[in-house]
T-cell receptor, first 115, second 111 residues
């Protein structure tokens, strides 16, 4: 499975500011995903990011709030814009497996606290 | 609608006891099913997966799961729990590279 790293691992930000989270994979992957895990909750898919195309957002998530870049096959960024305390969550990136079985492998997550 | 239900929010077991975590799913097609574990402060680790074939699948760390189509279930089991198994466990169903997660079951292990 791919080795996935995320930066930063955690951050404390003030409301109204933006934070960009980086996701780096040690091999080329077609599909990358961004999830949000609110405190004590399960994971919710924010968007799917394919290289060379616009990210596809899930219902309830918009590009203006969560812009995503996917400049190449090993890297993606998620920006959380104009943050409010409700954005305090763990943000995880994942990549699709290569066996064709639709499994995903996850990074360690970025723990964001908005004050 | 596609969904995953994990009926047990919290489970406590004694070290050495057996474990079964329940998972029920609703999915319109043949599902791809997964169990993930999340230790405190960590990302998600894939324990096992089911795509087709033998309905009893073996995973890492001594875990297994059984797919029962008639019951729309994919329960996770371990014959003897270790203290290091204390974590949050998520069942997920997927297709076309989209995963839907259950709410999770938090496992506590008593010494």
């Amino acid at each position: 499975s791919a080795v996935i790293s995320q930066k930063p691992s955690r951050d404390i930000c003030q409301r109204g500011t933006s934070l960009t989270i980086q996701c780096q994979v040690d091999s080329q992957v077609t599909m990358m995903f961004w999830y949000r895990q609110q405190p004590g909750q399960s994971l919710t898919l924010i968007a799917t990011a394919n290289q060379g195309s616009e990210a596809t957002y899930e219902s309830g998530f918009v590009i203006d709030k969560f812009p995503i870049s996917r400049p190449n096959l090993t890297f993606s960024t998620l920006t959380v814009s104009n943050m409010s305390p409700e954005d305090s969550s763990i943000y995880l990136c994942s990549v699709g497996g290569t066996s064709g079985g639709h499994e995903q492998y996850f990074g360690p997550g970025t723990r964001l606290t908005v004050t | 609608a596609q969904s995953v239900t994990q009926p047990d929010i919290h489970i406590t077991v004694s070290e050495g006891a057996s474990l079964e975590l329940r998972c029920n799913y609703s999915y319109g097609a043949t599902p791809y099913l997964f169990w993930y574990v999340q230790s405190p402060g960590q990302g998600l680790q894939l324990l096992l997966k089911y795509f087709s074939g033998d309905t009893l699948v073996q995973g890492i760390k001594g875990f297994e799961a059984e797919f029962k189509r008639s019951q729309s279930s994919f329960n996770l089991r371990k014959p003897s729990v270790h203290w290091s198994d204390a974590a949050e466990y998520f069942c997920a169903v997927g297709g076309y590279n989209k995963l839907i997660f259950g709410a999770g079951t938090r496992l506590a292990v008593h010494p």
